[in-house]
T-cell receptor, first 113, second 116 residues
Framework: GENVEQHPSTLSVQEGDSAVIKCTYS??????FPWYKQELGKRPQLIID?????GEKKDQRIAVTLNKTAKHFSLHITETQPEDSAVYFC????????????FGQGTRLTINP | DVKVTQSSRYLVKRTGEKVFLECVQD?????MFWYRQDPGLGLRLIYF???????EKGDIPEGYSVSREKKERFSLILESASTNQTSMYLC????FGGGTANYGYTFGSGTRLTVV
């Protein structure tokens, strides 16, 4: 089945710097790759996603890139702010009756003022 | 505008008890999922359902069962709770259909279950 590996597990950056989180997946049939942000004590929220027919997608300070050949995708956050501190999860989708998501292990991002 | 509601935020149960975790969504989604979240392990899929009365095992179904009698409700059952089932449980729902599938999940707020 699908396996998603996420790195690093923790990341600390200075406010204003960029942060990059990387994920690899194993199933070449996966076609949808969302990223979720989970603030302390809150539910995971979708922040950006990308489909397999697109190589890059941007939304203000957040971007995601996808390399289907290498089976990896990355989240890029520029001009980081304290409110970006959270746990981030990547995921890859496979179809098994429903379009289900397999999640990475999570990255705890801390923005230092 | 809460769209996925989990019945309890915190639960404490004793070893051997039968535990029910309830999840209700009001978005008419076909798919519903139960995950458990543990530090360093991410979100692991326990069971999911893509239709009423349908259920599929996820990656870690042992010790759990589920019930989906109505489209909006998906219940997770711990038949005999054990201490290694102490965790955060997250319910999610998604829609799949039409010309442009929306694969995004909407999560509930989670239930933190402690088994003592």
């Amino acid at each position: 089945g699908e396996n998603v590996e996420q790195h690093p597990s923790t990341l600390s950056v200075q406010e204003g710097d960029s942060a990059v989180i990387k994920c690899t997946y194993s199933d070449s049939a996966s076609n949808y790759f969302p990223w979720y942000k989970q603030e302390l004590g809150k539910r995971p929220q979708l922040i950006i996603d990308i489909r397999s027919n697109v190589g890059e997608k941007k939304d203000q300070r957040i971007a995601v890139t996808l390399n289907k050949t290498a089976k990896h995708f990355s989240l890029h956050i520029t001009e980081t702010q304290p409110e970006d501190s959270a746990v981030y999860f990547c995921a890859a989708s496979i179809i098994q009756g429903a379009q289900k998501l397999v999640f990475g292990q999570g990255t705890r991002l801390t923005i230092n003022p | 505008d809460v769209k996925v509601t989990q019945s309890s935020r915190y639960l404490v149960k004793r070893t051997g008890e039968k535990v029910f975790l309830e999840c209700v969504q009001d978005m008419d989604h076909e798919n519903m999922f139960w995950y458990r979240q543990d530090p360093g392990l991410g979100l692991r899929l326990i069971y999911f359902s893509y239709d009423v009365k349908m259920k599929e095992k996820g990656d870690i179904p042992e010790g759990y069962s589920v019930s989906r009698e109505k489209k909006e409700r998906f219940s997770l059952i711990l038949e005999s709770a054990s201490t290694n089932q102490t965790s955060m449980y997250l319910c999610a729902s998604s829609s799949f259909g039409g010309g442009t599938a929306n694969y995004g999940y909407t999560f509930g707020s989670g239930t933190r279950l402690t088994v003592v």
